[in-house]
């Protein structure tokens, strides 16, 4: 099964949204599930350079964890655009996506969750 998760909120945006999204990507992982990230919105951050985890927990951690794990992680290329990113500040751990990519994660992903 193939489980897609939308991310949009801002990191450490003084909620545990995207920690708990997170969290659910991991155990989807142990569980044996493939797993797609599309991170749109504020959530692009997540795959900027130099981002400062909270003192409890590393968002950005967490995300090239489960990449590292083999969940596969895309950016919204209008997304870091309009939040003023290039690609000279962003990890290489997660590609840069668009739409018709989206698109078709979700026509093909048998559970869609978003944050």
């Given at each position: 099964m193939t489980l897609l998760v939308i991310l949009?909120?801002?990191?450490?945006?003084g909620t545990d949204v995207t920690w708990n999204a997170l969290r659910l990507v991991r155990q989807a992982l142990e569980d044996g599930l493939a797993v797609r990230v599309f991170l749109m919105n504020d959530s692009v951050e997540l795959a900027k350079d130099g981002l400062a985890p909270h003192a409890d927990y590393d968002l950005q951690r967490m995300l090239f964890e489960a990449v590292a794990a083999g969940a596969e992680a895309k950016l919204c290329k209008t997304c870091i655009g309009r939040c003023g990113l290039t690609d000279g500040v962003l990890r290489r751990e997660v590609r840069i996506g668009t739409m018709p990519e989206l698109s078709a994660?979700?026509?093909?992903?048998?559970?869609i969750v978003s944050f």
């Open positions: 949009n909120r801002k990191p450490y945006d994660w979700v026509q093909t992903s048998d559970k």
